[in-house]
């Protein structure tokens, strides 16, 4: 038997296998409300060892695109707890991805509100408003620190709220350039408070929200995901890059997080977190170590058989093949994504890729 299809047990979560849903904000909410077909296309992916959502945003301002939800008032609150109980009813798993986009974005999609950041730093790229014309990136505000803990508060509520609504647990959106990786990044933040400058500081925003989050769910129920070494939205890589991570990863060991979940970029060819950098990972991290970005089947299998990681997440293969588990199961041929029809909408190419199982 494959080790993709081997379940994964341990004394926090079971997962009947290794298999996992790749967080992707497919913009098919409205008012950051998930729509009736976001309940069909999770339920149909339940097969799934574990699901991770589109990024929720945790607050009015902090959703970086048009049309993504959020978990941060009833309406959506309801409309989550659908979704988690028809993916339960089907025996499946969800965890909730909670982000918030700092200075990706504009006030235009942010409710009119401004964008907020480490530093008053804006990204040198556009982004499609609801006038359907792309706008350059708005200059955020800097967060004053006397403000910092709003941030904070609002991720431990979101987190509250994804619990209560049944979620398996949540996973903390710190990757990509959005606003914890913001944080993180000098590039972005040149704070000269506590919260900038040694790697200490630029990581305390990180830490004070996954303390605030597991002491409100506990530490079985969240996850983290980061994009180390990985350039976006303006960040580039920085003298204390390497230290910054390890740093980080042997914090979260000493918090005791679920998983870590590194999300790597193809680019020639090559990964943007080297191979070395995920194995010395597991010196640090001890739990669950997952992987994300431009897996085959094939290269999956062989990376966990290696043990360099124990989940591997499917992006891209999980948007057309809704039966993903049941194609590896069965060595069936697997169906090619539209990436036209990623952010369409509609439920073109979004409930409609056929099962082969
Ligand atoms: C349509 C789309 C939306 C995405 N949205 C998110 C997101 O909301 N949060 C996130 O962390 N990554 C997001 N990603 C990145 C994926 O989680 C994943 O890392 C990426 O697709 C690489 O994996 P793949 O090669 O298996 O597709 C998105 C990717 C795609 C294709």
Do not use: C
Request: proline share 5%; aromatic share 10%; glycine share 8%.
């Amino acid at each position: 038997m494959k080790k993709i299809l081997s379940p994964l047990i341990n004394e926090q979560i079971k997962l009947h296998n290794r298999i996992v849903m790749a967080p992707m904000n497919r913009r098919r909410a409205s008012n950051g409300i998930p729509s009736e077909s976001m309940v069909t296309y999770y339920k149909q992916r339940s097969s799934a060892g574990l699901i991770i959502t589109d990024n929720l945003a945790i607050s009015s301002n902090g959703g970086a695109y048009m049309d993504t939800p959020g978990i941060y008032n009833d309406d959506q609150k309801r409309a989550w707890k659908k979704i988690v109980k028809e993916v339960h009813g089907k025996g499946g798993k969800i965890f909730a991805q909670l982000v918030h986009s700092g200075r990706i974005g504009h006030p235009s999609i942010q409710n009119g509100e401004p964008l907020i950041a480490p530093s008053a730093i804006s990204v040198n790229e556009t982004i499609l408003t609801p006038d359907q014309t792309y706008q350059p990136m708005a200059k955020p505000l800097e967060i004053p620190i006397e403000q910092i803990h709003i941030w904070i508060n609002a991720f431990k509520e979101a987190a509250l709220n994804a619990v209560e609504v049944g979620f398996d647990g949540v996973e903390i959106h710190a990757a990509h350039g959005f606003l914890i990786d913001q944080f993180i990044n000098p590039l972005s933040n040149i704070r000269t408070d506590k919260y900038g400058g040694s790697i200490e500081n630029r990581s305390r925003f990180l830490f004070e929200v996954m303390q605030e989050v597991v002491a409100k769910v506990g530490k079985n129920k969240v996850g983290i995901r980061l994009s180390p070494f990985r350039e976006i939205y303006d960040l580039t890589s920085y003298a204390e890059e390497l230290a910054t991570h390890e740093y980080i990863l042997e914090q979260l060991q000493k918090l005791g997080v679920l998983y870590i979940h590194f999300s790597n970029a193809i680019s020639n060819g090559k990964p943007s977190i080297p191979i070395s950098f995920i194995h010395n990972a597991r010196q640090y991290f001890k739990n669950i170590i997952m992987i994300a970005g431009g897996f085959t089947v094939q290269t999956a299998e062989e990376i966990l058989q290696a043990q360099h990681v124990d989940l591997v997440a499917f992006g891209k293969l999980y948007i057309s093949n809704p039966d993903l588990v049941e194609r590896i199961e069965h060595n069936a041929p697997l169906a090619k994504w539209n990436e036209d029809t990623f952010y369409h909408g509609s439920e073109e190419g979004y409930i409609d890729y056929p099962r082969a199982f």
